[in-house]
């Protein structure tokens, strides 16, 4: 039973119709044949991770005992068979590509620090995600763009170069363009899986992708907020300014399309308001440490109002 459509359909407000169609849905039993198909699909997309993480382990090991060219054959190998697995099996078809994604980038890692090419690390994630690219809009799964969206992400954040928290908060700045460059990367990896919906070709079953899109928003959001943040904690300079206040409309501009319309979605909306508190207590403390005020008194009635008289956290 479905205790909080149980608990709806007995509100009186509703008519006699809704609560018996409510209480209906409540009550039904589950479908065992549904749930047995999931719980194997499920398992088969276990199985392609684990076969890729483990070749992506071994290829790690870097062990000494194999040749240079077995070592190739057996990742080109893998890749190939899984590629040819998603072509002729239509039930695996999911879990043999995700197999092959992972093995692609085994795959480029491996020619990468063996004949040291000299590409920035920036380039391996670029390159992965733009071969992949092809299988990924084919398939038409959330798992699949999730991923890939992992992966573009891991590359705009080698492209900047700042993966050390410190080194985002206390090191040095970067210049204005770089920044807007950065943040324009961010919005339009926010916006793939909003694009991926609006094809007719790349559509999903479900229409929006919204574990895709919920993972790009959480990539970006806190992308911009480390990018406010480290402006406040720089002096107050224009740049500085120019950074918090672009930071806060893309926030604020998330937060808005996540509680209406199509990009509506209660996980979205939650990432946006922490978000949005993070900057709002930056923005608070930067002030008070300036004003020479009550730190602390000043920080904890910013955050009661965040929570209580912002809407924060519903009752």
């Known amino acids: 039973m479905d205790h909080t459509l149980y608990q709806v359909a007995q509100q009186p407000s509703r008519s ?9 849905l409540a ?14 699909w499920g398992l088969l997309l276990v199985a392609g ?18 040749t240079r060219m077995f070592k190739l054959g ?24 995700l197999c092959a994604t992972l093995a692609l980038g085994g795959l480029l890692a491996f020619i990468g ?19 992949s690219l092809v299988w990924v809009a084919s398939a038409r799964s959330d798992v699949l763009w999730t991923v890939w969206v992992l992966v573009a992400a891991t590359g705009i954040v080698m492209w900047t170069g ?68 480290s402006s406040l904690v ?26 209406r319309g199509r990009w509506q979605d209660f996980i979205s909306v939650c990432l946006s308001a922490l978000a949005a508190n993070v900057m709002v207590l930056s923005l608070v403390t930067r002030w008070a440490v300036e004003s020479d005020e009550a730190e602390v008194v ?5 955050a009661a109002g965040l929570l209580c008289l912002g809407g924060t956290v519903m009752g």
């Open 16 to 24: 006699g119709a809704q609560m018996a169609q409510l209480y209906q």
């Open 234 to 259: 720089d002096s107050m300079l224009r740049q500085s300014v120019s950074v918090v206040f672009l930071v806060c409309v893309l926030v604020a501009g998330a937060l808005l399309l996540s509680l």
């Open 74 to 97: 057996l990742i080109e190998g893998a890749l190939a068979l899984s590629v040819l697995a998603a072509c002729l099996w239509p039930r695996g078809r999911l879990p043999a590509l």
């Open 162 to 229: 700042r993966i050390d928290l410190w080194n985002v908060l206390f090191g040095a700045r970067q210049g204005m363009a770089l920044m807007l460059w950065n943040m324009g990367l961010w919005l339009a990896l926010l916006l793939v899986p909003t694009l991926v919906s609006c094809v007719a070709v790349l559509r999903l079953p479900q229409g929006m992708g919204w574990w895709s899109h919920r993972v790009a928003l959480a990539c970006a959001l806190t992308a911009w907020v480390a990018m406010g943040v």
């Open 298 to 302: 000043m920080l904890a009635c910013s």
């Open 113 to 131: 620090q063996t004949y040291q090419t000299g590409a920035d690390a920036w380039q391996l994630f670029a390159v992965w995600a733009a071969l």
């Open 27 to 40: 009550t039904a039993p589950g479908n065992p044949r549904s749930l047995a198909a999931r719980l194997g």
């Open 49 to 66: 991770l684990l076969l890729a993480s483990g070749l992506i382990f071994w290829i790690a090991a870097n062990w000494q005992t194999q």
